[in-house]
T-cell receptor, first 113, second 114 residues
């Protein structure tokens, strides 16, 4: 089955700096890669996703890049703000049918003033 | 829409007792997922329903765990008998189509088994 590894497990950045979280996956058939943000006491919430037919996707301050050859994808947050502090999870799956999401182990991001 | 609704939000029970967690997915969503989150194992998929039918239950840890979805608006996750190692936060999520659609998570049930 799919195995998703995520690094780093914790990340501290100063407000205004950029943050990068990286994930690798094992199943070359995977073609859907979402990122979820989990705030304290809440369930994860989708913030951005990318499908294998594109190499990069951007939504305001967040962007995701995908390298299918190397089987890794990354989340980039620019101009970080205190409200970006949360746990971020990457995930991978194959589109459609019975495929399920396999989550990474999470990155705790702390944005300091 | 109220989002995915889970109850109870917190449950404390003694080892050996039966625990039932409840979930109401978003209306119109066709897939429902039960996840377990712990510090050690992260976020694990327990079971996935599509159109009320279990599609993948390979994540259900053992026979003590069972899940049902009697209709499109309700699902339960039951643990009988419960053990201290079952202590975790259990999330229910739903999506419009399948696992590759955006999954909307509920607030979770924090289960403590003493």
């Amino acid at each position: 089955g799919e195995n998703v590894e995520q690094h780093p497990s914790t990340l501290s950045v100063q407000e205004g700096d950029s943050a990068v979280i990286k994930c690798t996956y094992s199943d070359s058939a995977s073609n859907y890669f979402p990122w979820y943000k989990q705030e304290l006491g809440k369930g994860p919430q989708l913030i951005i996703d990318i499908r294998s037919n594109v190499g990069e996707k951007k939504d305001q301050r967040i962007a995701v890049t995908l390298n299918k050859t190397a089987k890794h994808f990354s989340l980039h947050i620019t101009e970080t703000q205190p409200e970006d502090s949360a746990v971020y999870f990457c995930a991978a799956s194959t589109l459609g049918g019975a495929s399920k999401l396999t989550f990474g182990t999470g990155t705790r991001l702390q944005v300091t003033l | 829409d109220a989002g995915v609704i889970q109850s109870p939000r917190h449950e404390v029970t003694e080892m050996g007792q039966e625990v039932t967690l409840r979930c109401k997915p978003i209306s119109g969503h066709n897939s429902l997922f039960w996840y377990r989150q712990t510090m050690m194992r992260g976020l694990e998929l327990l079971i996935y329903f599509n159109n009320n039918v279990p599609i993948d239950d390979s994540g259900m840890p053992e026979d003590r765990f069972s899940a049902k979805m009697p209709n499109a608006s309700f699902s339960t996750l039951k643990i009988q008998p419960s053990e201290p190692r079952d202590s975790a936060v259990y999330f229910c999520a739903s999506s419009f189509r399948d696992a590759s659609d955006e999954q909307y998570f509920g607030p979770g049930t924090r289960l403590t088994v003493t």
